[in-house]
């Protein structure tokens, strides 16, 4: 299952799972853009709705699911978009990039067989997660700020929930993956800002590679021999291109009581808890 699989490295992690066999559930927000990306893939493809966006929408689709899961690849998101809040009245980057994918993972953890990939970004090393205000109600809004805050959280919670799987006694693994500076429509998404969408198309151009090869760090997190809680990223020049391989990540990323509170924090905002250990795949 991989959310966001319309465009982007979601759609090219889930033609190439879909190119080897796997049945793959497309989770987006758009039926029709999803099922456009899978008419372009061979081998079992289905597409269901989920709007990460609306809590209502994530419960309704976790309800919905019938039979295990095999892989969960947490892709979707939002990358520096004007001033929003998700239905529940989250701050749009952080409600989308790591809450939704919060409650999606435990609400579904009964059902996993195998991994759950989370999708976060070079962007993490500059984030910080605000306690008293991660939801921009009380300073200024800054975009990039707010999204090196989602992203952060994406590996804060990786690590917490593998904490967890490995306290319960779970085979099921938890790992995350950064695709470097990848072409894809992220760096399109960004407004009414043209200096920064310039700045972006050049940092692809000399940094960078295609949404082909920046999905590789995600199928390599999915399916390569990698250790419990392991990241992945692009080997090459300040990890923006290259081969996948296990990378490393700041030091508020490997905090464990950072992600231990980040956990906490999480399931008071959603609503949605760890399952009990004997409902864990």
Known sequence: MVTGANSGIGRVTAREFAARGARVVLAVRDIGKGRQAAGGMSGRTEVRRLDLADLASVRSFADDLDGPVDVLVNNAGLMTPPFGRTADGFELQFGTNHLGHFALTNLLLPQLRGRVV??????????????????????????TAAYAQSKLANLLFTAELQRRLTAVGSPVLATAAHPGVAATDLLRRTGDRPRLQALQHRAVRLLGQSE???????????VADVPPGGYAGPTGFLQGRGAPALVGRSRAARDA??????????????????PLPAHIG
């Open 212 to 222: 082909d090869d920046g999905a590789l760090p995600t199928l390599f997190a999915a």
């Open 118 to 143: 989370t999708v976060s970004s070079i962007a993490h090393r500059s984030g910080a997660i605000d306690f008293a205000d991660p939801n921009w109600q009380q300073r200024r809004y800054r975009a």
């Open 257 to 274: 009581d950072l992600a231990a509170r980040l956990w906490t924090l999480s399931e008071m905002l959603t609503g949605v808890s760890f």
